[in-house]
């Protein structure tokens, strides 16, 4: 059982990561889809790449080592074409770029680099030297090498070499499902108007679309009302994915029902408060395996505990590496000053100017203030305390999208 004082965002985490477990394998095909996804086999060449002697450039194909400069032209060769003799002395190919080479080839001389001499004849102006302009068969990859090693991250060029290699099937670790519940009497989806006292869900909207940016499925399990018949059977729902994520009801009201109808389900607390602004209510459990959240309802809260222990959690599950959090130092090009009683972490605008990092902070109002993140890109760490920042000076940045 957690003890009742806040823990550390650092200590916090430690203990999300210990209970993360990385996803099963499970075959998808090479489409798009597998971008972000993690190879969970080692992936070899069928074939040698490329598995000929290949023109680099369009020119002539010659022999190195005969004496003569004047080359007597006996065939053109096209990408795609199979040479149907061997070169023999002081005969060349016209060949273009990508095309095999003849046998006895072993040099490409460009076409600027030649001048006429005579009918079907040319006259080499620069030195050849064997290897020149060729890419030799095997020179990418061997037959039965390792090409993509298990672990590796796909992107758009493993997905080019996947396809290079023949794999229109491929093991990765399975994406996780992730199921949001937000809670709460006063919410209403954003297709109704709000009555009295009401405001429209955007929890779950940002929530699911924050699952997503992590490569993860999310799975929207509609909004719970602030009682036990409204709250169980939607977390028992939500249990059966692999993480669940709840937002409101956390923190110590008369409505904040999620933590003892979370035990009651076996739910293991791990911790319920972190030192943290905002956020400080944040709950973690797990049952049989499953990672269970609990964010607080106030839409920034939400956003700045699933960025720094909800993604962690999915990188692990999707088998990536390297899911701690990654923090820059940035220097502040205006004044800004902030007094806290916490470690917060304040929205800014994060981006690369002649090669150092900058920051700039935006207007805030605080954890209800959802469309403040719409200016930042990056949450920066402040100490407790009054901290006051002059242009110039550095502060630690969280990242939570790409800053260009």
Same mark, same amino acid.
């Given at each position: ?87 023999? !002395? ?7 770029? +990508?095309?095999?080479?003849?046998? +006895? ?38 037959? +039965? ?54 405001? &429209? ?9 924050? *699952?997503?940016? !992590? ?37 110590? +009201? ?8 979370? !035990? ?22 797990? &049952? ?95 100490? *407790? ?20």
């Amino acid at each position: 059982m957690a003890g009742t004082e806040p823990l550390a965002v650092e200590a916090a985490l430690e203990k999300v990561l210990r209970q993360a477990r990385r996803m099963p394998p499970q075959t998808a095909s090479l489409t798009s889809g597998l971008l972000g996804l993690v190879l969970a086999e080692d992936v070899c060449a069928d074939r040698d790449s490329p598995p000929f002697a290949k023109s680099l450039v369009d020119g002539f194909a010659v022999r190195s080592h005969d004496r003569s400069p004047v080359r007597r032209v006996v065939v053109e060769l096209l990408a795609g074409a199979t040479p149907q003799r061997e070169l023999a !002395a002081n005969e060349a190919a016209r060949i273009t770029t +990508g095309a095999m080479l003849p046998p +006895g080839a072993d040099a490409v001389i460009m076409q600027e680099h030649v001048e006429p001499a005579g009918p079907d004849s040319i006259r080499l102006l620069g030195e050849v030297r064997p290897g020149q302009n060729v890419l030799p068969q095997g020179a990418e990859m061997r037959q +039965g090498e390792v090409v993509l090693q298990a672990g590796t991250l796909i992107r758009p060029q493993e997905i080019g070499v996947l396809a290079s290699l023949g794999k229109t099937a491929v093991a990765v670790f399975r994406q996780p499902i992730v199921a949001i519940l937000p809670t709460g009497d006063e919410l209403v989806e954003p297709g109704m108007m709000p009555g009295p006292g009401q405001i &429209r869900n955007s929890n779950a909207a940002m929530l699911a679309a924050l *699952v997503s940016r !992590a490569n993860a499925l999310p799975r929207y399990l509609g909004i719970a009302r602030d009682t036990p018949e409204s709250l169980r059977p939607l977390i028992r729902e939500g249990l059966k994915s692999d993480l669940l994520v709840l937002s409101g009801g956390v923190s110590v +009201g008369p409505l904040d029902l999620v933590p003892r109808l979370l !035990a009651e389900e076996g739910v293991q607390l791990v911790f319920h408060q972190v030192a943290l602004k905002p956020g400080k209510p944040l709950l973690f459990g797990v &049952r049989d395996g499953k990672l269970v959240f609990g964010l607080p309802g106030n839409p920034v809260s939400s956003f700045v505990g699933f960025e720094l222990f909800v993604r962690p959690a999915l990188r692990v599950m999707l088998g990536k590496a390297e899911p701690h959090l990654v923090l820059v130092e940035a220097s502040f090009t205006e004044h800004f000053r902030y007094r806290t009683d916490r470690p917060t972490y304040y929205p800014v605008k994060l981006w690369l100017e002649d090669g150092l990092w900058r920051v700039r902070a935006v207007r805030w109002l605080g954890s209800a203030d959802l469309r403040a993140l719409t200016q930042a890109n990056a949450l920066a760490c402040l100490a *407790v305390g009054d901290s006051q920042f002059a242009p110039g000076q550095t502060v630690r940045v969280l990242a939570v999208e790409p800053p260009w």
